[in-house]
Nanobody, 123 residues
Framework: VQLQASGGGLAHIGGSLRLSCAAS?????????LGWFRQAPGKEREFVSA????????SYADSVKGRFTIARDNAKNTVYLQMNSLKPEDTAIYYC????????????????WGQGTQVTVSS
């Protein structure tokens, strides 16, 4: 599985950005999920959101619930992360990841990682 992330950039507080992660190769196997993680300077990589391929079940970190939405375009084999009401604490490098994952929040279960895309939120 190859993952190509895009869509990061600079946003104002309260603004929006949409990240994309295009997946190629074998997908949909086992407990296949595509997820987003983020890593701020000096902090560990943390779970943001994930989508289970089989039934589109969505998972979110508490810190982004109600503000971020994950969705899939089947035709493009692409997952999007719509980020609204952005806060300075959302500033991080965002990574998409994929694999046969039982626990959406556990980065150790993801076998495939895309390159990161920088998201910066400022006033």
């Amino acid at each position: 599985v190859q993952l190509q992330a895009s869509g990061g950039g600079l946003a104002h507080i309260g603004g929006s950005l949409r990240l994309s992660c295009a997946a190629s190769g074998r997908t949909g196997f086992g407990y296949f999920r595509l997820g987003w993680f983020r890593q701020a300077p000096g902090k560990e990589r943390e779970f943001v959101s994930a989508l289970r391929w089989s039934d589109d079940t969505q998972s979110y970190a508490d810190s982004v619930k109600g503000r971020f939405t994950i969705a899939r375009d089947n035709a493009k084999n692409t997952v999007y992360l719509q980020m609204n009401s952005l806060k300075p604490e959302d500033t991080a490098i965002y990574y998409c990841a994929a694999g046969s994952v039982r626990h959406a929040w556990d980065r150790r279960e993801y076998d495939y990682w895309g390159q990161g895309t920088q998201v910066t939120v400022s006033s």
